[in-house]
C-alpha cells in the first residue's frame, strides 16, 4: 500500500458523539496502514464506545483520565504530545469545537490539544441545526484562523433521525485527508489533466466496442497528483470506481471523440497531462439508432472507421505543457514504446506488458517501464498502482525542475 502513514505515532481523540463507533474501523485502518495508534477519550465518549475496544483495535492503553501517566515522569498529555505526528479529533462535537476555539483545558484531551505543535484535525458530526447554528460556525472559523486542519461533515441520514449536513465523513475521506497532512505541496502550481479507462464506440442503442482498460491506473495518478497539491482534471471513461477523491474535477466521457472534446475543452490552462486512459482506435463507421436485427447470414461486417490519435494531436500542439503516454505492448516493450513517444512527441511515455498475467488489467497492482524522451530507459518492478503513480509524479516533477534550470541558464 501506498501510504504516509507507515511508523506514524497517531492519535486519535474520541469526543461524545454517536458516530464514535465509526472511529473503532478507522484506528483499525490506521494500524493496516502500519501507523502506532493511541487513543484518547473524553468522558463522554466512553458513554458511546468501551475503551477496551479502543485498546484492542490499537495495542496501547487508551487515555482517559486527566492525571495519568503515561511514560514514567513525564505527565501524560506532554509526553503524548511530544511523541505525536498528527492528531486527529474525531468525531468532534459541537463541545469540543467551542472548548478548544476558546482555549478551555479542562481534561485530559483538551490540555493535550494545547499542548501540541503538531497538526491537528477536526472531523465534525453533529445534529445538523447544531452545525449550522451561529456559535458553531463561528468557533469552526476561530479553529481555521488559528491554523487547525477541519473536514466539513458528510450530508445524509443523522442518528438523531432528521436529514441535512452533520454525517461523519466516510473513513476512506479521513484517512485520505491524514495522507494530505503529511504530504509535500510539491505540485502545487500544475494544472494536470488525466485521462483513464476505457472508452466506449456504440454499434448499436445496445451494443458497443470497448477494451479490458479497469481505469484504476490513471485514478492512482489523480489521486496522488492531487495529494501532492495539483489541480486535477480527471477525464474518464465509463469504469466502476468511485471518484478518487471529491476535490478533484471528474469528467465523465464515453467515447474517444467526447474524450479528445473534454481534453480541448481544458487543454488551454493544463501544465501537465498524463494520458492513461485506454483510447479505441476505431469506431463504428455508421452507427445504426435502431438495434440491428440478426439476419440468417452466418457472417456479420462491421465496418470500423479510424479514431482521432489523440495523444499525436496533443504532441503537435503541446507547447510548454509535459505531456506524458501510456503503451500498452505485448512483445518489444521498450523499442514500441519508445516509437511511439517519438512519433507522437511526448516527454515521457510508461509502458506496460499487458500479456503479464496476475498485473495490469483490473489489477491493483502493475510493474511498468517509464522511457524518457532523451532515451533514459527505468524499469519499475511491481508494486501497487498508487505506488508507480507517485514515481511517474516523480518522473514528472525532475522534467519540470531540468526544464526550469535550462531556462534559468539561458537568462
Ligand atoms: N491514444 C490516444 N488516442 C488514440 C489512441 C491512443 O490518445 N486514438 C493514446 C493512449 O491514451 C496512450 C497512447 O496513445 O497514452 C498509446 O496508446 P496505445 O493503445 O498503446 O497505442 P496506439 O497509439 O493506439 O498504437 P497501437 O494500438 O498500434 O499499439
Known sequence: MFTTLRNKEIIIAVTGGIAAYKTCELVRELTRRGASVHVVMTKNAMQF???????????????????????????????????ADQMVIVPATANII???????????LTTMVMATTVPVLFVPSMNAKMWESKMVQMNIQKLKDAGYELMEPGVGDLACGTKGKGRLPP???????????FTEKDLSNERIIVTAGPTVEFIDPVRCITNRSSGKMGYAIAKIAKRRGAEVILISGMTYLPPPRSDIHMVQVRTA???????????????VIIKAAA???FRCKNESTVKIKKSEEETYVLELQKNPDILAELGKIKGHRILVGFAAETENLVENAFEKLKKKNLDMIVANNVAKEGIGFGSDRNEVTIIEAHGRVRHVPEMT???????????????????KTTEDDWL
Open 279 to 281: 483510447v479505441a482506435d
Open 257 to 271: 471523440q467526447e474524450m479528445r472534446e473534454a481534453i480541448m475543452r481544458h487543454f488551454e490552462d493544463a501544465t
Open 171 to 181: 473513513i476512506h475521506e479521513i484517512l485520505e485527508k491524514m495522507e494530505d497532512i
Open 385 to 403: 498502482k498508487e505506488e508507480i503513480a507517485n514515481i511517474i509524479l516523480d518522473f514528472v516533477k525532475r522534467i519540470m525542475k531540468k526544464r
Open 49 to 83: 464506545v468501551s475503551p477496551l475496544t479502543f485498546q484492542t483495535l490499537s495495542g496501547h492503553p487508551v487515555i482517559h483520565e486527566m492525571f495519568e501517566l503515561f511514560t514514567g515522569s513525564k505527565i501524560g498529555h506532554i509526553a503524548l504530545s511530544d511523541i
Open 98 to 108: 467551542g472548548k478548544i476555539a476558546n482555549g478551555i483545558a479542562d481534561d485530559f
